[in-house]
């Protein structure tokens, strides 16, 4: 009776059922945590279920995100998580545009973009390593926890490794797209004119701020695909993803 018990909380909180219905739901206990086969023989929904449920939604989740982030233009014309000209190096950006070289500020914005798209590439072996680890105590905190927990689960067990791994995808993948051929002339023109001006040069990070920037971005697309399955399960097609997120 604990098991069922620890089962339906679990159960409970990943359909965002209204807190007025538990007691309503309490009672059709025993129903709600037992599905009945063809042949007229039940199968409860163990801990075990759940987590495997919760890690193949995770799976979907990350999947898409990194194949969404990583494809051509993932990331450049998604207004969500495009990556601008750095704001610590703005005062670059509108000298350069007062200066009649917007197109080079366009193209350089371009160019930090593809660098996120080709290290996105990397993502999903990264996730995949932090899901098979979840354990049923990570299950319970994802289903008793906030809307996106299993976003901020792949964050807190994945985002230092995600970091590491995209720094030197991002330094080649800036490299590769001749960053500094773009980068070079709009802050060696600002830094010219603010030594006449009392003004701070510019020397911004590149690396950091792209992979910083690529990760944020690439979180933000896992939380919305996160929403997309508690929201609508079946469109996902397990029948054990249906089985835990949809409201009995």
Sequence with gaps: MRVKLIVWV??????????????????????????????????ALSNADYVKGLKEALNIAANNSAVTASTIDGFNKNVDIR???PQD???????AVKMGL????????????????LAAKKAAPIFLSAIQSMSITDATGIAMGEKNAATQYLRKTSGVELSNQFKP??????ASVSIAKYWKPLADSYNKVSLFIGKEQVNANLEEYVTSKAVDGLFLLVEK??????????KYGSDLLKKIFTTK
């Design 83 to 85: 990556i601008p000209f």
């Design 102 to 117: 917007k197109p080079q500020v366009d193209v350089f914005e371009e160019k930090l973009n593809r660098a996120a798209e």
């Design 169 to 174: 995808i991002v330094a080649e993948a800036l």
């Design 225 to 234: 695909e996160e929403a997309n399955i508690r929201k609508e399960p079946v």
């Design 10 to 43: 679990l159960l409970f909180a990943m359909t965002g059922t209204a807190h007025g219905q538990l007691l309503k739901k309490l009672k059709k206990t025993a129903k709600t945590i037992t599905s009945t086969t063809a042949n007229g023989s039940s199968s």
């Design 89 to 95: 190096a703005i005062v670059v950006k509108n000298y």
